[in-house]
């Protein structure tokens, strides 16, 4: 097909069908219509043309509903192959326009996080179909929306986590260097929600952060500051539990060297240092 075919699928209303039909089957678990529902979404957004992007995006807010949908848990509840759906939400979003970034992250604000949140608390119980293709389109997701929040300066977007998901779902990625540093730098800059239920899960992700700086085989200057940032903030909503962890500060020591290397990111290692009462020796 090609982008002459949109025409006639237009006038007939095949895609609002096809967006209608997922919404009714959203009772319906494990139906395998909506691998073709999907697969023929998927062709139609690779091939309709400029005239049939505007159209989908537009016209009948392609964006938004799925987005919806998600946030809804609707069709993740039953629809297990979870990566389809998300590969669906990535391709939507590289055929918006670049200038509807707002409109783009308004849509999106708190799809990554809840993804994630699913994510991790479904590990083990074979609900999603293929937990690793999830968990790589969930990563592309972020890339996606990072590139987005790149070009806007509003904290308004940044997205809302609790640290116990987005520790495990940075531990997934211990011996991937490559999706590792994306997801950390993409989790280090949520506003990170901490309560007193919530203050192990403060202490599992900055020992992840740690972990994940450590394994790191090209570092810079931006991730390691914005590690260092991010556990700072994480380790001021609970300092007593930070103070009293002789284990983190002692991960703290061993990725001085590394934060030395730049000035920002040591700055950040020392503003730690101070927050953990942390007392460094040149013997330490």
Same mark, same amino acid.
């Given at each position: 097909?090609?982008?002459?075919?949109?025409?006639?699928?237009?006038?007939?209303?095949?895609?609002?069908?096809?967006?209608?039909?997922? *919404?009714? +089957?959203?009772?319906?678990?494990?139906?395998?219509?909506?691998?073709?529902?999907?697969?023929?979404?998927? %062709?139609?957004?690779?091939?309709?043309?400029?005239?049939?992007?505007?159209?989908?995006?537009?016209?009948?807010?392609?964006?938004?509903?799925?987005?919806?949908?998600?946030?809804?848990? %609707?069709?993740? !509840?039953?629809? %297990?192959?979870?990566?389809?759906?998300?590969?669906?939400?990535?391709?939507? $979003?590289?055929?918006?326009? !670049?200038?509807?970034?707002?409109? #783009?992250?308004?849509?999106?604000?708190? /799809?990554?996080?809840?993804?994630?949140? !699913?994510? &991790?608390?479904?590990?083990?119980?074979?609900?999603?179909?293929?937990?690793? %293709?999830?968990?790589?389109? /969930? #990563?592309?997701?972020?890339?996606?929306?990072?590139?987005?929040?790149?070009?806007?300066?509003?904290?308004?977007? &940044?997205?809302? $986590?609790?640290?116990?998901?987005?520790?495990?779902?940075?531990?997934?990625?211990?011996?991937?260097?490559?999706?590792?540093?994306?997801?950390?730098?993409?989790?280090?800059?949520?506003?990170?929600?901490?309560?007193?239920? *919530?203050?192990?899960?403060?202490? !599992?992700?900055?020992?992840?952060?740690?972990?994940?700086?450590?394994?790191?085989?090209?570092?810079?200057?931006?991730?390691?500051?914005?590690? +260092?940032?991010?556990?700072?903030? &994480?380790?001021?909503?609970?300092?007593?539990?930070?103070?009293?962890?002789?284990?983190?500060?002692?991960?703290? #020591?061993?990725?001085?060297?590394?934060?030395?290397?730049?000035?920002?990111?040591?700055?950040?290692?020392?503003?730690?240092?101070?927050?953990?009462?942390?007392?460094?020796?040149?013997?330490?």
């Amino acid at each position: 097909v090609n982008d002459r075919c949109y025409g006639p699928l237009m006038s007939c209303h095949a895609f609002e069908l096809l967006l209608t039909r997922i *919404e009714a +089957m959203a009772n319906e678990p494990n139906n395998p219509e909506f691998d073709l529902i999907i697969s023929v979404m998927l %062709r139609v957004l690779d091939n309709c043309g400029p005239k049939g992007i505007s159209h989908l995006m537009e016209r009948l807010g392609l964006l938004p509903w799925i987005c919806s949908l998600i946030l809804g848990r %609707r069709i993740l !509840q039953c629809y %297990r192959k979870r990566s389809d759906v998300i590969n669906l939400l990535n391709l939507i $979003m590289d055929k918006c326009p !670049q200038s509807s970034g707002e409109d #783009v992250l308004l849509a999106v604000r708190g /799809v990554p996080e809840a993804l994630i949140e !699913q994510h &991790v608390s479904e590990l083990g119980d074979s609900i999603d179909l293929d937990p690793h %293709r999830t968990s790589e389109a /969930v #990563v592309r997701l972020l890339e996606n929306v990072s590139t987005y929040r790149a070009s806007i300066a509003d904290d308004s977007f &940044v997205g809302i $986590m609790k640290p116990g998901p987005a520790a495990s779902f940075l531990a997934e990625f211990d011996k991937n260097d490559h999706a590792s540093s994306k997801v950390l730098m993409y989790l280090c800059r949520l506003r990170i929600l901490v309560d007193e239920s *919530e203050a192990n899960g403060a202490l !599992q992700f900055c020992f992840a952060i740690f972990r994940a700086l450590q394994q790191l085989v090209s570092p810079n200057s931006s991730i390691c500051a914005a590690s +260092m940032r991010c556990i700072i903030r &994480v380790g001021s909503l609970c300092p007593s539990t930070i103070q009293q962890n002789d284990a983190l500060k002692k991960r703290a #020591v061993e990725v001085r060297p590394l934060c030395s290397r730049w000035v920002e990111s040591r700055m950040a290692w020392e503003e730690f240092s101070a927050l953990s009462l942390l007392t460094f020796t040149s013997e330490s």
